[in-house]
């Protein structure tokens, strides 16, 4: 790897022209993030064989929440198989806010994994097939993409048990439609753990490295998903990691990705890299106002999308991180 290889100074380039967005709020219902910076901004790139490279606030905590559900959506498929998975949950966009009830009225089942209905049908799931480890076997998965130790944050674990009144109304009515079984606690609290699981923007990008090696966390060399449930997992953050905004995104950026409202955004270019951002003023739809709008600069600057990139003369000058280029991590 040549310095002008290095994907450093363009990193620094997307902060700098990005850092006088300042519209959004930060999500004040998390507990601690009343305590951050509005303008706590972080940007990072890890390769399919383990290069990282990161720019700003780089090694600030935050909550994984939303983004956690692509991860516990391949834990079920890897213990429990397709065909239970998808009994309980449908492969289909809402066109609806994360948190939205209006389909399960309609249907009766989750339209897809990547909204709060459809991660706490996985949740039951996984916890009625193993109540007394469901919480460790998480645990330990996450551990398994993060290279180290997961670790949840208490108060926000705890907010999302005692505060949570619209995804216990979810899991009522998940109940109510024979969905899920009677332990709703149960559900509500593995779905806490995983909305709580504590890590900065360059192992949220190891997080979608590791889909994007099909699997397996590069660092580590230690698989984390079933190689045969990655498209499974990259299909549904395709069409449904966005929400009600996962058509434009796939136009305008066009990889499988995953927002939360601590203001993380994950995407993946499959074969190639994870990247990742981190920054907290969200919008409407619950994504990073700065997180949107530099995934979009880097799609085209990079000629990223997973159909294609959008055609741009500037690309080629910006250099993009090759897996097969010597390590350098900093
Ligand atoms: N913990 C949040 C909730 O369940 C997660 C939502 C999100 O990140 N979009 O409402």
Redesign the pocket.
Known sequence: MTASDDPGPYLRDLLERFRPLREGKVQQSLPGMDRTDPDTFAIAVATADGQVWSEGDDRHPFSL??ISKPFLYGMALDQLGRECVHRKVAVEPTGEA??SLTELEEDHLPYNPMI?SGAIAISALLHHDAPDESRDRMMAMFGEYLGRRAEVHEAVKGR?LLG?HR?RAIAHLLRHFEVIGDDIDGAIRLYAWQ?AVMLDVRELALMAATLANGGVQPVTGRRALQRRHVRDVLTLMFTCGMYDTSGTWAYHVGLPAKS??SGGILAVVPGRMGLAVFSPRLDGH?HSVRGIQVFKAWAVDWGLGVLGGCEDSERSAHPVPDPASAKSAN
């Open positions: 929440q939303s994360f948190n709060n999302e949570a995804n909305c939360g409202v619950g």
